[in-house]
């Protein structure tokens, strides 16, 4: 017997239950991103090798270890499945000059491709919604991302994620820190793990976000990047958190949270929850003003965050939160031939007049239909049999009575149908549709 085909581990099917709420979440991303004036961009899954590895940087688990990367047959081309968004969206900004008439606030949403170890919270192909700014410098667009995230949680219902945030500061002053910190880490060379015995040279701040338990208090006591800030850095740092006091926003600095790169600079922040486990962070993002040049663009600054769908939505359901399924208006059940070809006809009438319907396919009782049509969750069944079509009309039974809509079965005329399904399912509106 041959095995069945199975899909690839850590890369999931989102089966219809699971997609319609996916849909509806994608409804309010859309509507919370226009309330900001994000305008979408959609780029290819698929870009050169070469633009990760200048983007997110040669040491970083995603470039050292995490990218889908495979040569294209045809020409020899190094090719990786996008592991990020950030990396293609300041691509594709640079090669249509779309910052030629000033800043931009683009977003997009899609998957993203990582070779990590599957777990809860943590696949190979999952989804981000990713959000950046480009062309502007100040705190505002910081601080107003980082708002947008909790206007998001609170739209949604989430509750406890918490805002941690931290400056990284301008290269200079990272490279001063950068200094004292790696010889602060070779005079306690010993009590280092492999991971940060190799990052020593190469990226000492990552060191700083170990999560091996044992180092945790040798970079506790680590000198601290905050110290070496200059006027401006420290302007731009009060700059975001006093607008975060102004909207009531309650965050934490963590002066662990750092990104080790040249081109990331200033604000970092994530959300966080306790309670994913392990995976408990949904969002992260900050600034990144080195970064465009460093693709070749002409310098600007930039900043953007991305979120984990999948985190976000089991977050939601282990709140207690369930989608509502849509139901159609109506279900049509028939029997016979002529009946059956009556229905057809009834059903794209209807949809044309603006209902839902799910017309019954397969034959079977009407008993077995009737069933069905109870199982939709359809407000109405609409029945066919062959005295309905001997006179064009249609038997209309409402399948959820209650005191207002008492369940007796009409039989209506086709040229009634539609104004009559509208008094049943709107009874409150008016023929112009309104309340
Ligand atoms: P982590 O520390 O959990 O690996 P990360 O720092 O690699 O996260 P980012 O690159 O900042 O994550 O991506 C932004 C968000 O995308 C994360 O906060 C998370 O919500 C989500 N995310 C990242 N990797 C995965 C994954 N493999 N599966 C599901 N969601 C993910
Ligand atoms: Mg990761």
Known sequence: MSQTLQAIRGMNDILPAEAELWEQFEESIRDWLNAYGYRPIRMPMVESTPLFARAIGEVTDIVEKEMYSFEDALNGENLTLRPEGTASCVRAVLQHNLLYD?????????????????????????????????????????????????????????????????????????????????AYLEGHRGQLDADAQRRLHSNPLR????????????????????????????????????????????????????????????????????????????????????????LGGKPAPGCGFAMGIERLLALWQDQGHRHLAP????????????????????????????FSVQLHCGGGSFKSQMKKADGSGAQIALIIGDDETAIEAVSVKPLRADADQPATQVRVGFDELADHLGDILFPMEDDNGNL
């Open 102 to 182: 000033g800043p931009k606030r683009l977003w997009y949403m899609g998957p993203m491709f990582r070779h990590e170890r599957p777990q809860k919270g943590r696949y190979r192909q999952f989804h981000q919604v990713g959000v950046e700014a480009m062309g502007f410098s100040g705190p505002d667009i910081d601080a107003e991302q980082i708002a947008m995230c909790a206007r998001l949680w609170d739209d949604l219902g989430l509750e406890g994620i918490r805002l941690e945030i931290n400056t990284l500061g301008q290269s200079e002053e990272r490279a001063r820190h950068r200094g004292e910190l790696v």
């Open 327 to 354: 139901a159609p208006d109506a279900y049509l059940v028939h029997q016979g031939e002529a009946a059956g070809r009556f229905a057809f006809r009834v059903a794209e009438h209807l949809r044309s007049a603006g």
């Open 207 to 294: 060191i700083l976000d170990t999560k091996n338990p044992e180092l945790q208090g040798l970079v506790e006591s680590a000198p601290k990047l905050i110290d070496f800030l200059g006027e401006e850095s420290l302007k731009h740092f009060e700059g975001v958190q006093q607008l975060l006091k102004d909207a009531a926003i309650p965050y934490r600095i963590n002066s662990r949270l750092v990104r080790g790169l040249d081109y990331y600079n200033l604000t970092v922040f994530e959300w966080v929850t306790d309670q994913l486990g392990a995976q408990g962070t949904v969002c992260a993002g900050g600034r990144y003003d080195g970064l465009i040049a460093q």
